[in-house]
């Protein structure tokens, strides 16, 4: 039976590989995510709940987290004084008087315990010098810290602070470029749909961000993962996706746009061991695959790291307006992709659709052919998509080389 690699079926949780491949087992590799100085054990994130996610709530909730926001945590009088008014219409937020050393005390509890999460603190302030003093913390303790313009209760935004923000790049731009000063590792928490999604993330990118934690919510229907897709083809920014990730299908699909990371929020609260059981999940996936947030097909919508999966351009298809939007031809994307796999395995596969698994697509697509040649060679299916990797970083490695004249936006 003929499977054509171009179809848009795709497994989730079951992942195909013939029984040749089987009996040579599966490629191991642990997780190797880094940003500045921080070492993230794992993809999976606890997003930050205002009053609810401190250090307690981690430790009975996310300690095999890759990351813990805890907070958001109110540094000036100004945001102080908003919380105690949300708070007395009741909703939840933390009080904090003296926040710094309030959060160094949350920061020490984590001492001495094996393998705990990297810590983030979400933070809000009307003036610069807590976010200051805040980002020299984070970095004494190897955290993160997160800007909060994701806050949108009245109390906070009359004060010009959380989404606020989001409206007024040049000064959002000013005070990630001061904070970023300190070298602490730095997140920007936003919300999709605000304002253009890619000049927001080109915006905190070019003051000198590392992390932009995206609540891609498209109101009514889950979800905007087209919100992660822009920013992933519009920056090299850590990308933390969140919004409605409950399982691993969820986080599968936020990894599948271009996030590094998914972050949960309500769903901790909802579902008891959440966190542990899309740990495990993504772990077993990331063992089997070698790519766990290897990217959609193009035809399926996937972002640009998905074009080292796209076949021989020989039709029209999705891949050629990709290709337009780089002022690139179908003839220099083919060439281009052959180079790249000069010397590696890739180049192997005569009884492939097009004779060379540079053309082949991602593995959890079935294909008998493709994984008949990689029994045939020898290569694991993780080792193949490590392969594929490598092609998608080079490929977008040449295309951030092209003239910006050359490239049109989405």
């Known amino acids: 039976m003929f499977v054509d690699p171009r179809g848009n079926s795709d497994t989730t949780t079951l992942i195909y590989t013939s029984p040749d491949v089987l009996k040579r087992g599966v490629y191991l590799t642990e997780f190797d995510i880094h940003v500045g100085y921080i070492h993230i054990k794992n993809p999976i994130a606890l997003a930050p709940m205002a009053g609810i996610t401190n250090i307690d709530f981690v430790m009975d909730n996310a300690m095999s987290a890759g990351i813990a926001v805890i907070g958001g945590y109110n540094l000036d009088d100004a945001t102080n004084e908003a919380a105690r008014r949300i708070n007395e219409r009741g909703r939840a937020e933390f009080l904090t008087p003296d926040p710094i050393e309030h959060m160094r005390r949350e920061l020490d509890r984590l001492k001495g315990i094996d393998n705990p999460p990297t810590v983030a603190l979400n933070v809000r302030s009307t003036e610069i010098t807590p976010l200051i003093k805040a980002a020299l913390l984070a970095k004494e303790y190897d955290a993160i810290l997160e800007i909060d313009c994701h806050c949108r209760q009245p109390e906070m935004i009359d004060i010009g602070v959380g989404e606020p923000l989001l409206h007024d790049l040049p000064k959002l731009g000013s005070i990630i470029s001061k904070v970023k000063k300190t070298g602490v590792v730095l997140s920007v928490k936003t919300r999709s749909g605000i304002v253009d999604d890619r000049e927001l993330a080109v915006a905190i990118e070019g003051a000198g961000a590392d992390i932009i934690h995206i609540d891609a919510m498209e109101p009514g229907f889950g979800a905007d993962y087209n919100a992660i897709k822009t920013v992933r083809n519009a920056t090299d920014l850590f990308i933390i996706g969140n919004n409605s990730v409950t399982d691993f299908r969820s986080a599968k699909d936020m990894f599948g746009y271009g996030s590094d990371m998914v972050s949960l929020a309500r769903a901790v609260l909802e579902i008891p061991g959440v966190i542990d059981t899309l740990v495990r999940s993504v772990t077993t996936f990331q063992k089997q695959t070698g790519w766990y947030n290897a990217p959609k097909h193009i035809c399926s919508g996937g972002d640009d790291r998905a074009l080292a999966f796209c076949c021989l351009p020989v039709k029209r298809c999705a891949l050629m307006q990709v290709l337009r939007r780089y002022g690139m031809t179908p003839q220099e994307f083919a ?45 694991s299916g993780a080792r193949y998509m490590e392969l594929k990797k490598r092609l998608s970083e080079g490929i977008l490695e040449h295309l951030e080389k092209l003239p910006i004249s050359a490239a049109v936006n989405d």
């Not at 060439?335 to 590696?344: A, H, I, N």
């Open 335 to 379: 060439d281009l992709k052959v180079e790249l796999s000069r010397g590696t395995p890739l180049e192997l596969g005569d009884n492939t659709c097009f004779g060379t698994l540079i053309w082949c697509c991602k593995l959890t697509k079935p294909c008998f052919m493709r994984d008949a040649v990689l029994a045939q060679i020898g290569i």
